[in-house]
């Protein structure tokens, strides 16, 4: 301990100091809710992360040989339906 002119149990007991300690009790409350929400965001983010990875796993299990067919049918069949509608005059296209 630093050798001070005043002995541990005498305390300073001017203005100043009376409102520094105001402002710090306040920052310590603030600081309380900053660690509630940091600690709310945090399981969010988690939350967040695992759906992510749950929507990433499922887009995985379509990747693959059956729905690139099933696609491409799909966009096949729409194109030649599109060219019979184009042949026979009912489609909006010139």
């Known amino acids: 301990m630093p050798e001070t002119n005043y002995p541990p149990v005498d305390f300073i007991t001017r203005g100043e100091f009376g409102a520094l300690d105001a402002h710090v009790r306040e920052l310590q409350a603030d600081m309380v809710l900053v660690k509630a929400n940091q600690s709310d965001t945090q399981t969010d983010i988690k939350s967040i992360d695992k759906r992510l990875d749950d929507i990433a796993a499922k887009l995985k299990e379509l990747i693959g040989w059956r729905s690139f067919l099933l696609t491409g049918g799909i966009g096949v069949g ?6 019979i509608m184009h042949l ?3 489609g909006t296209a010139p």
């Open 78 to 83: 729409w194109g030649v339906a599109q060219g």
């Open 88 to 90: 026979l005059g009912w």
